[in-house]
């Protein structure tokens, strides 16, 4: 009979275990609508953050794409400015060599009338006529270094940049270096 008392006992035992897991359990689901709630509650929020975020971030791209937008018509802007630029470049450059084409021409004019009229000069024996016709050629070169200083100053940048060209030029024509040397120099050079 002992090993059935022992039976029972654990039996009883058993059964109170299985009452106080039962309550445990009547416990907790009685718990469970209010986790529900709470999971219910958690999941609108975390809804509702995520519709603020993605709002919050559809109003950034669209704040982007306006940027973007801006930042390109400022780069094609750019793009024409510079395309206007190169061809006002361009332009003065092929400007700039017809006139350099130009000032060389009227300088090769100008130096064969000078060897002309050494040649009349050096061929005429009375003094007179001599002088008269060396102050006919002063005046003459006078008038042409008049007239390129005055081409020279219409042609002078305002700004340093251009100032090579304007010197360049200069360095060309008679005023910028007297004209007895350019003419033995250019003669030696032809005699060569």
Not at 164 to 184: I, P
Request: aromatic share 4%; with cysteine.
């Amino acid at each position: 009979m002992s090993s059935k008392n022992e039976e029972v006992s654990k039996l009883k035992n058993k059964i109170i275990e299985c009452q106080e897991e039962t309550m445990q359990l009547l416990r907790e689901k009685q718990r469970w609508p209010d986790k529900f709630n709470l999971m219910e509650q958690t999941k609108e929020k975390a809804a509702a953050d995520l519709t603020r975020q993605i709002l919050c971030n559809s109003i950034q791209i669209s704040e982007s794409e306006k940027v973007l937008e801006a930042l390109n018509r400022d780069l094609k802007r750019v793009e024409q400015s510079e395309s206007n630029v190169k061809e006002i470049f361009d332009s003065s450059q092929v400007q700039y060599d017809e006139y350099k084409k130009y000032k060389e021409m009227r300088l090769i004019e100008t130096e064969s009338g000078l060897d002309e009229l050494e040649k009349s000069l050096s061929d005429e024996s009375d003094d007179i006529n001599v002088y008269k016709r060396r102050v006919e050629m002063e005046k003459t070169l006078e008038n042409l270094n008049v007239f390129c200083e005055a081409v020279y100053s219409i042609l002078e940048p305002k700004d340093s940049s251009d100032v090579s060209l304007v010197k360049e030029a200069q360095l060309d024509h008679l005023g910028g270096q007297s004209g007895q040397k350019m003419r033995k120099r250019r003669g030696s050079q032809k005699s060569q």
